[in-house]
């Protein structure tokens, strides 16, 4: 069982899960990525030929999704019936249809669950996991709390500069509808009571590394 949870969460592109993924590794840590499972999920859906727009039928889904997830940060994988996905739920046609699968709640509470069980059977002394909702609903007694953010522009930059097929302005557009749909759901922009905020926006990667770690340091025995 982790002794030590640090939970991370903040908009999309914010860095969220590159940055604690490095963390994780450089602490000897597990790392924990939440919204591969919404991915994960949606990926399932579109898979079986279900309308993601229909609550019940995507419900009816969870029966069916055998998950796994892998929580070494050097051995990151997804699988859904034992099918290796961990690329295909990066794909735009995954990324346009997951806001519909996480506004469902009993996906909420069935994958909430199963990130609690995932964190709880975790052999190593910590923990990094990060998702939209983490700080606030997943791990809200976690000893180390943080709101990784960066500016519209940072983080659309970040992604477009991922995406070389996909144009700036589609990739932008992307962004900002997954963010909508989702802060209806989870209000991830503002730091919730105990929170630290990690502004990100002129930062490089390296230094937002650091960052995150330089807190956890403090917040950790
Ligand atoms: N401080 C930084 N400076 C520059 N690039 C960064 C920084 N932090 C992360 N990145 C890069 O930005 C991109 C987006 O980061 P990442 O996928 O970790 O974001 P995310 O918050 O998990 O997004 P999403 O919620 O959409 O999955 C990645 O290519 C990552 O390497
Ligand atoms: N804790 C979470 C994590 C994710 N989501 C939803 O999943 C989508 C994909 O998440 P990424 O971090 O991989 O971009 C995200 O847009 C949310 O719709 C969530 O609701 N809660």
């Known amino acids: 069982m982790s002794d ?3 939970a991370v969460d903040g908009p999309a592109g914010s860095g969220k899960s590159s940055v604690s993924k490095e963390a994780a590794l450089r602490l000897g840590w597990a790392y924990l990525d939440t919204g591969a499972a919404y991915r994960a999920l949606a990926w399932h859906c579109l898979d079986e030929g279900v309308d993601t727009e229909d609550a019940d039928a995507v419900v009816a889904r969870l029966a069916d999704f055998d998950y796994s997830i892998g929580m070494d940060p050097q051995h990151y994988f997804v699988r859904v019936g034992g099918e290796e996905i961990t690329r ?8 346009a249809v997951v806001s519909h699968i996480a506004r469902v709640p009993e996906v909420r509470v069935g994958l909430n669950d199963l990130f609690r069980r995932l964190m709880a059977e975790n052999p190593k002394d910590g923990v990094i996991v990060e998702g ?4 606030t609903v997943v791990a809200p007694d976690a000893p180390v709390r943080v709101l990784l953010t960066a500016s519209a522009e940072a983080r659309m ?3 477009s500069a991922e995406l070389s097929a996909v144009s700036a302005e589609a990739t932008a557009q992307q962004l900002a509808s997954r963010d909508a749909q989702d802060s209806r759901v989870v209000d991830f922009m503002n730091a919730a009571e105990g929170v630290t905020t990690l502004d990100s926006t002129d930062l490089d990667f390296e230094q937002t590394v650091l960052a995150l770690l330089d807190i956890v340091h403090a917040r950790t025995p």
């Open 4 to 6: 030590i949870i640090v």
């Open 132 to 135: 939209r909702d983490i700080t």
């Open 88 to 95: 295909d739920i990066r794909e735009p046609r995954v990324s």
């Open 157 to 159: 930059a970040r992604r």
